[in-house]
T-cell receptor, first 110, second 113 residues
Framework: RKEVEQDPGPFNVPEGATVAFNCTYSNSASQSFFWYRQDCRKEPKLLMSVYSSGNEDGRFTAQLNRASQYISLLIRDSKLSDSATYLCVVNIAGYSTLTFGKGTMLLVSP | NAGVTQTPKFQVLKTGQSMTLQCAQDMNHNSMYWYRQDPGMGLRLIYYSASEGTTDKGEVPNGYNVSRLNKREFSLRLESAAPSQTSVYFC????????????FGPGTRLTVT
């Protein structure tokens, strides 16, 4: 079983739509969670950390559900510039590294 | 403040040639990482250095060596390149312990023919 699983997509949505991605993680000792964004042929960039109480940054909302071992990312009012691959990332307690999901592709069309 | 820089941006090698990919960060981070990214495979960790003077193998270390030259610089060496090493290579850094978010360089696109 993969440690971090994401639906690869693509999710095709029109501008202005609300879209949500989920990510599941297998190790209950996971302690830190992040969403990264990666544009085509570019490096991954940190979008936001995910906190236990949930957190919001503008149009983006991240939620953590420890009981079910998943995190989610909600994007409201989608923009063309939101088209990218979104990577779910976790850190497992005691490990010096992060574990990356393979990403979910989002395509926002006019 | 340039963040994480990598050189070269592009490289074409013939099978059996060697090369070193360079990475430097100016954020005073303790930890540095080398990943490769292939279509459909996601990011895979090659080697990492949790702190200056230490290096450890990641998920796919075979065919690679690394050197943590100082706190700023972490290089990746391919001693005898193989077509299977054709990939995009990313360097990243983070503050370290506890493990925090990582910041990536722009990548090196390597083709081995």
């Amino acid at each position: 079983r993969k440690e971090v699983e994401q639906d690869p997509g693509p999710f095709n949505v029109p501008e202005g739509a609300t879209v949500a991605f989920n990510c599941t993680y297998s190790n209950s000792a996971s302690q830190s969670f992040f969403w990264y964004r990666q544009d085509c042929r570019k490096e991954p960039k940190l979008l936001m950390s995910v906190y236990s109480s949930g957190n919001e940054d503008g149009r983006f909302t991240a939620q953590l559900n420890r009981a079910s071992q998943y995190i989610s990312l909600l994007i409201r009012d989608s923009k063309l510039s939101d088209s990218a691959t979104y990577l779910c990332v976790v850190n497992i307690a005691g490990y010096s590294t992060l574990t990356f999901g393979k990403g979910t592709m989002l395509l926002v069309s006019p | 403040n340039a963040g994480v820089t990598q050189t070269p941006k592009f490289q074409v090698l013939k099978t059996g040639q060697s090369m070193t990919l360079q990475c430097a960060q100016d954020m005073n981070h303790n930890s540095m990482y080398w990943y490769r990214q292939d279509p459909g495979m996601g990011l895979r960790l090659i080697y990492y250095s949790a702190s200056e003077g230490t290096t450890d193998k990641g998920e796919v270390p075979n065919g690679y060596n690394v050197s943590r030259l100082n706190k700023r610089e972490f290089s990746l060496r391919l001693e005898s390149a193989a077509p299977s090493q054709t990939s995009v290579y990313f360097c990243a850094s983070s503050e370290g312990s506890p493990v925090r978010e990582q910041y990536f360089g722009p990548g090196t696109r390597l083709t081995v023919t």
